[in-house]
């Protein structure tokens, strides 16, 4: 166990800060500040600059192995060997800073990591770079209105025509597809053969015609997420990643990105500050909120949660860093961390008292609105990338050894 | 940057492990545990000549000079193994006696202590639940204690009891030994019956001043408190490995209970809250000896954390066990008695996070 900010870190820190100073100047910084943080859309990857600009930053920035540091340098990545405390650090400067960081979601986090992994050369070079800064923006086509949790059940279906794929069928719950230049999907191809053997990894260009994305408006009354339509819609014959009938593999590289991602306990991190700060400051009979003896209990309860998942991280990447089998401690965060964020939004919820009814953006709220978009949004991240009960059998039968589930 | 055990700490624990399953079955753990004084010297001489006793003492004075957390390695593989015997308050003593400032005291003690020849005892707590040091009324006059300690580990085997008390400067540790006048030690019926408290009064005891003021104190109640949470986590963990096992032995309707929903998604459930946990216990654990502005608010988070899971984890395994668990035959009440002392000693969580919060300045 070593844990000191021991001199090599100091400096590390030194090292950030300057190359911050000198890259990103107080002119950056005041002429159109990051995205805030603290709001859900913010956690999420909403609004985060892409501009010349930030891609001028970030290109330095990934250089210096401050972002992306899974990601080979040769494919546009940093390439750091995993270090938690150094990552803290740059974090916090960056924040600091007002900097642009690294580009949330599903593209740069699922689909770049799958490419290291599992792609050809030509599409490494062609779409990695890219998706880290930004630049192609991705949404990813797994679930449909039959397949959810039986993800292999899926039938959309993509035929070859000459040096074309013919894609038939409709995937639901796409995120961010409205905005996508490019969708990864699974997509049968082989209907004869076993259900996952008979399924391919292909990377769509949403502007292909015969796409017809709907969105779909969720309960927080934001359109996130949409329904997307294929009829006829022909792709190259090179658009898949893997051969033919190894998609299900392919995607199983992806998920694991996936659930690394959701699994990771800074959302409920900044939720839990947030509302600590806020229990400072509301005041119920003359007291601020923070000094009621039921509400200092369950926020020490739900901290102490919190930093478990926390340090469980820091253990995985040391496991990761030395190539060892996490165990149960690499199956459970996604799990444990968003009923983690469960518990943090409703303490919010209760701290705010009465202004919890206030809707997002009503200015006149404490937090305007934001923890009940939050305390919402625990959906979202149970649900997406596999639901709670799917975790639950996951957790069980490879983590504790219990007889397989019902399969097909 | 690395967080996680060093080849030494896993050796440490494996070899603590490999012991206790040999040497300290549940079978023995009912024979000690059923004894008159609950203590084992055959045991605690076993465990001596691994080194176990000098874990945390400097080398100069016999001991292996080794942290908290490798003392936590131990409590875990304890609590796993629901081992009987004066553990915990033999190393809230130790940890006392090595934060404090009287150092012929130290080396006349700690040597004995690091081979096994004298057993230590830790005497805080008073009335119900009050372990602040600046709240205690035990008192010294000249060099003579009074007082009352209600929960004090194994006053009756130990050799050598460390009080908390105060006197007319403060709180303070003090050095009582075994067979001193005016000390009256009677036993406790505890639930847990692998860890035996005593009831001790102090009237007019002859004790030496070992430390002035309550860092020595709170050092000593905050090891306590990491040793419990590995405690539990241990605890934990095996009743949680007992019933997985379990439910892919029992059958009902046809088939082994694991592969029923309910019971792979409850198991489940369990391994989700407690694994985390364990490195919230290495963390605290590690935080004892590195990041001293946290180890104290750490040590409380983390016990009341840890009772909790070791709590529910166990209420979980003994229903899926069906009636089987509910019996005196079958060991897992074993563990869940020890649940039921690690939530309440030294404070319950309640306690433990309402001091997080005065220490959070909230
Ligand atoms: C906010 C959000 C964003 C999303 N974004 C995307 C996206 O970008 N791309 C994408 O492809 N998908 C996305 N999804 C879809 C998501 O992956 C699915 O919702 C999820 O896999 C569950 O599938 P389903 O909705 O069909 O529910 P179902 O599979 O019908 O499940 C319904 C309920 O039944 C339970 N259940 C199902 N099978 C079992 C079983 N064997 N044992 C026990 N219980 C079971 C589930 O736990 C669940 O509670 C998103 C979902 C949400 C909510």
Same mark, same amino acid.
Request: glycine share 10%.
């Given at each position: 166990?070593?844990?000191?900010?021991?001199?090599?870190?100091?400096?590390?820190?030194?090292?950030?800060?300057?190359?911050?100073?000198?890259?990103?100047?107080?002119?950056?910084?005041?002429?159109?500040?990051?995205?805030?943080?603290?709001?859900?859309?913010?956690a999420m990857g909403g609004g985060i600059r892409k501009d010349a600009r930030a891609t001028e930053f970030r290109k330095k920035a990934i250089e210096r192995g401050y972002m992306y540091r899974g990601i080979?340098?040769?494919?546009?990545?940093?390439?750091?060997?995993?270090?938690?405390?150094?990552?803290?650090?740059?974090?916090?400067?960056?924040?600091?800073?007002?900097?642009?960081?690294?580009?949330?979601?599903?593209?740069?986090?699922?689909?770049?990591?799958?490419?290291?992994?599992?792609?050809?050369?030509?599409?490494?070079?062609?779409?990695?770079?890219?998706?880290?800064?930004?630049?192609?923006?991705?949404?990813?086509?797994?679930?449909?209105?039959?397949?959810?949790?039986?993800?292999?059940?899926?039938?959309?279906?993509?035929?070859?025509?000459?040096?074309?794929?013919?894609?038939?069928?409709?995937?639901?719950?796409?995120?961010?597809?409205?905005?996508?230049?490019?969708?990864?999907?699974?997509?049968?191809?082989?209907?004869?053969?076993?259900?996952?053997?008979?399924?391919?990894?292909?990377?769509?260009?949403?502007?292909?015609?015969?796409?017809?994305?709907?969105?779909?408006?969720?309960?927080?009354?934001?359109?996130?997420?949409?329904?997307?339509?294929?009829?006829?819609?022909?792709?190259?014959?090179?658009?898949?990643?893997?051969?033919?009938?190894?998609?299900?593999?392919?995607?199983?590289?992806?998920?694991?990105?996936?659930?690394?991602?959701?699994?990771?306990?800074?959302?409920?991190?900044?939720?839990?500050?947030?509302?600590?700060?806020?229990?400072?400051?509301?005041?119920?009979?003359?007291?601020?909120?923070?000094?009621?003896?039921?509400?200092?209990?369950?926020?020490?309860?739900?901290?102490?949660?919190?930093?478990?998942?926390?340090?469980?991280?820091?253990?995985?990447?040391?496991?990761?860093?030395?190539?060892?089998?996490?165990?149960?401690?690499?199956?459970?965060?996604?799990?444990?961390?968003?009923?983690?964020?469960?518990?943090?939004?409703?303490?919010?919820?209760?701290?705010?008292?009465?202004?919890?009814?206030?809707?997002?953006?009503?200015?006149?709220?404490?937090?305007?609105?934001?923890?009940?978009?939050?305390?919402?949004?625990?959906?979202?991240?149970?649900?997406?990338?596999?639901?709670?009960?799917?975790?639950?059998?996951?957790?069980?039968?490879?983590?504790?050894?219990?007889?397989?589930?019902?399969?097909? | 940057?690395?967080?996680?055990?060093?080849?030494?700490?896993?050796?440490?624990?494996?070899?603590?492990?490999?012991?206790?399953?040999?040497?300290?079955?549940?079978?023995?753990?009912?024979?000690?545990?059923?004894?008159?004084?609950?203590?084992?010297?055959?045991?605690?001489?076993? /465990?001596? $000549?691994? !080194?176990?006793? &000098?874990?945390?003492?400097?080398?100069?004075? #016999?001991?292996?000079?080794?942290?908290? %957390? *490798?003392?936590?390695?131990?409590?875990?593989?304890?609590?796993?193994?629901?081992?009987?015997?004066?553990?915990?308050?033999?190393?809230?003593?130790?940890?006392?006696?090595?934060?404090?400032?009287?150092?012929?005291?130290?080396?006349?003690?700690?040597?004995?202590?690091?081979?096994?020849?004298?057993?230590?005892?830790?005497?805080?707590?008073?009335?119900?639940?009050?372990?602040?040091?600046?709240?205690?009324?035990?008192?010294?006059?000249?060099?003579?204690?009074?007082?009352?300690?209600?929960?004090?580990?194994?006053?009756?085997?130990?050799?050598?009891?460390?009080?908390?008390?105060?006197?007319?400067?403060?709180?303070?540790?003090? /050095?009582? $030994?075994? !067979?001193?006048? &005016?000390?009256?030690?009677?036993?406790?019926? #505890?639930?847990?019956?692998?860890?035996? %408290? *005593?009831?001790?009064?102090?009237?007019?005891?002859?004790?030496?001043?070992?430390?002035?003021?309550?860092?020595?104190?709170?050092?000593?109640?905050?090891?306590?408190?990491?040793?419990?949470?590995?405690?539990?986590?241990?605890?934990?963990?095996?009743?949680?490995?007992?019933?997985?096992?379990?439910?892919?032995?029992?059958?009902?309707?046809?088939?082994?209970?694991?592969?029923?929903?309910?019971?792979?998604?409850?198991?489940?459930?369990?391994?989700?809250?407690?694994?985390?946990?364990?490195?919230?216990?290495?963390?605290?654990?590690?935080?004892?000896?590195?990041?001293?502005?946290?180890?104290?608010?750490?040590?409380?988070?983390?016990?009341?954390?840890?009772?909790?899971?070791?709590?529910?984890?166990?209420?979980?395994?003994?229903?899926?066990?069906?009636?089987?668990?509910?019996?005196?035959?079958?060991?897992?009440?074993?563990?869940?008695?020890?649940?039921?002392?690690?939530?309440?000693?030294?404070?319950?969580?309640?306690?433990?996070?309402?001091?997080?919060?005065?220490?959070?300045?909230?």
């Open positions: 166990m070593n844990l000191s900010y021991s001199q090599e870190y100091q400096d590390f820190r030194e090292e950030v800060r300057a190359f911050l100073e000198e890259n990103w100047t107080d002119a950056d910084r005041a002429s159109a500040p990051e995205v805030d943080l603290q709001t859900v859309r913010g080979p340098k040769k494919y546009g990545g940093g390439e750091q060997p995993p270090d938690p405390l150094k990552a803290t650090i740059i974090a916090e400067e960056f924040r600091r800073a007002k900097a642009p960081f690294e580009i949330m979601g599903q593209g740069p986090s699922m689909l770049a990591p799958t490419l290291v992994e599992k792609g050809t050369e030509e599409q490494r070079q062609k779409y990695v770079e890219p998706t880290l800064l930004g630049h192609i923006l991705w949404c990813q086509g797994y679930s449909e209105p039959g397949a959810g949790s039986d993800l292999a059940s899926l039938r959309t279906s993509a035929v070859l025509d000459g040096d074309h794929w013919v894609i038939n069928g409709q995937k639901i719950w796409t995120s961010n597809a409205q905005e996508a230049d490019m969708m990864f999907a699974l997509i049968r191809t082989e209907p004869d053969k076993p259900q996952h053997e008979g399924i391919t990894y292909f990377l769509i260009d949403m502007k292909t015609p015969g796409i017809d994305v709907r969105p779909l408006r969720q309960m927080t009354g934001e359109a996130d997420f949409n329904e997307v339509f294929f009829d006829n819609a022909r792709v190259p014959v090179d658009s898949i990643v893997g051969n033919r009938g190894e998609g299900w593999q392919v995607s199983r590289s992806t998920l694991k990105h996936e659930r690394a991602l959701i699994g990771n306990a800074s959302l409920a991190r900044r939720t839990f500050d947030g509302l600590v700060a806020m229990a400072q400051v509301i005041e119920v009979r003359g007291e601020p909120m923070i000094k009621d003896p039921v509400i200092r209990d369950r926020i020490a309860a739900v901290e102490a949660d919190l930093l478990a998942a926390e340090y469980n991280g820091y253990r995985l990447l040391t496991l990761g860093a030395k190539n060892q089998d996490a165990g149960l401690a690499g199956m459970v965060p996604k799990l444990h961390s968003t009923n983690l964020v469960y518990k943090v939004t409703k303490l919010a919820m209760d701290i705010l008292s009465d202004r919890g009814l206030c809707a997002p953006g009503e200015p006149s709220a404490p937090d305007m609105g934001g923890f009940s978009t939050a305390y919402m949004w625990y959906w979202g991240m149970a649900l997406g990338g596999g639901a709670p009960n799917i975790q639950r059998n996951i957790i069980g039968e490879r983590g504790l050894g219990l007889p397989r589930d019902v399969r097909k | 940057m690395d967080f996680g055990l060093t080849e030494d700490q896993i050796l440490l624990k494996d070899t603590v492990h490999r012991f206790l399953e040999a040497e300290c079955p549940t079978t023995r753990v009912r024979a000690i545990m059923e004894s008159d004084d609950g203590h084992d010297q055959q045991l605690w001489q076993g /465990l001596a $000549e691994l !080194g176990m006793h &000098g874990l945390i003492i400097p080398a100069e004075h #016999g001991g292996a000079e080794l942290e908290v %957390l *490798d003392l936590a390695l131990i409590a875990e593989e304890r609590g796993w193994a629901a081992t009987p015997g004066p553990f915990l308050g033999s190393s809230m003593a130790t940890a006392a006696l090595l934060a404090a400032d009287d150092q012929d005291a130290k080396s006349e003690w700690l040597p004995k202590l690091a081979t096994g020849a004298a057993i230590p005892t830790f005497a805080c707590g008073e009335k119900v639940g009050e372990w602040d040091a600046d709240r205690l009324e035990a008192t010294v006059e000249g060099d003579r204690l009074s007082g009352e300690k209600p929960l004090v580990p194994f006053a009756g085997v130990s050799d050598l009891l460390v009080v908390a008390a105060r006197d007319s400067d403060g709180p303070g540790l003090w /050095l009582v $030994e075994r !067979g001193a006048s &005016g000390v009256e030690v009677t036993s406790i019926r #505890g639930n847990d019956m692998t860890r035996r %408290l *005593d009831s001790v009064r102090f009237d007019g005891a002859p004790a030496r001043k070992v430390a002035a003021g309550r860092a020595a104190i709170d050092r000593a109640r905050d090891v306590g408190l990491v040793l419990i949470a590995a405690d539990c986590y241990g605890g934990a963990n095996r009743c949680l490995r007992m019933t997985a096992d379990y439910a892919v032995t029992r059958e009902q309707f046809g088939q082994v209970i694991g592969s029923f929903q309910g019971v792979k998604h409850q198991l489940a459930n369990m391994a989700t809250d407690l694994e985390p946990s364990l490195s919230l216990l290495w963390y605290t654990a590690h935080a004892m000896d590195h990041i001293q502005d946290k180890a104290a608010r750490h040590a409380a988070l983390a016990k009341a954390h840890l009772a909790d899971l070791y709590d529910s984890t166990v209420r979980y395994a003994i229903e899926l066990h069906g009636g089987i668990g509910f019996t005196w035959e079958f060991d897992l009440h074993l563990w869940f008695r020890r649940a039921l002392f690690n939530r309440s000693y030294l404070g319950g969580s309640t306690y433990q996070r309402r001091r997080a919060a005065e220490l959070g300045d909230w």
